[in-house]
């Protein structure tokens, strides 16, 4: 059992950053993968980032490429997401994942954290 917890969510300018962070509990969180997906009013969650067990390998949707950045600290048992240049259409709320096996885009994650609202202004 993994449970996950995110931070790191406010209300920010546009062009502003935030960095989110997402600990984990169990002591096998350097065997998962680990993903961010969003979620706005009225629309399906989606995927923003995912990032392989050792963080050799990084995924991520178009909208967010070049501006964002997912990484982890397996010491720590954490994941960020560090996002730059925001717009207001990255407003949702953000949910990390884990799960045990390979990456995937999609919302197959064994795992889910509550979420953090991420809220960008004009």
């Known amino acids: 059992q993994v449970q996950l917890v995110e931070s790191g969510g406010g209300l920010v300018q546009a062009g502003g950053s935030l960095r989110l962070s997402c600990a984990a509990s169990?002591?096998?969180?350097?065997?998962?993968?680990m993903g961010w997906f969003r979620q706005a009013p009225g629309k399906e969650r989606e995927f923003v980032a995912a990032?392989?067990?050792?963080?050799?390998?990084?995924y991520y949707t178009d909208s967010v490429k070049g501006r964002f950045t997912i990484s982890r600290d397996n010491a720590k048992n954490t994941v960020y997401l560090q996002m730059n240049s925001l717009k207001p259409e990255d407003t949702a709320v953000y949910y990390c994942?884990?799960?045990?096996?390979?990456?995937?885009?999609?919302?197959?994650?064994?795992?889910w954290g509550q979420g953090t609202q991420v809220t960008v202004s004009s």
């Open positions: 990032i392989s067990w050792s963080g050799g390998s990084t």
């Open positions: 169990g002591r096998t969180f350097s065997t998962y993968v």
């Open positions: 994942a884990a799960d045990p096996g390979v990456i995937v885009t999609t919302l197959e994650y064994d795992y």
